[in-house]
């Protein structure tokens, strides 16, 4: 019998709800890093960097990449103008 539980029906994505806190810190993880990284791009006027940040998700990895090996600013220097 099929079970509407697993496919795109009524009730499909009941599932998913346990993964609401987890999706909810990832977002806010994922948020702050990119708004981050987006900001010293700017600052450091790389617009190829900045539109690669913009549009590539990557749950915060690329970001801290760039802010600590590209851009080599120190966690001390992070929230400085």
Known sequence: M????YGMGIGGLQGF???GPALALLLLWSLFWKGL???HSGRRGQPWWF?????VNTAGILEIIYLFAVAKISVANLFKK
Do not use: M
């Open 17 to 19: 709800y346990g993964f």
């Open 51 to 55: 539109v690669i940040l913009l549009i």
């Open 2 to 5: 099929f079970n509407q539980n």
């Open 37 to 39: 990284a987006l900001w």
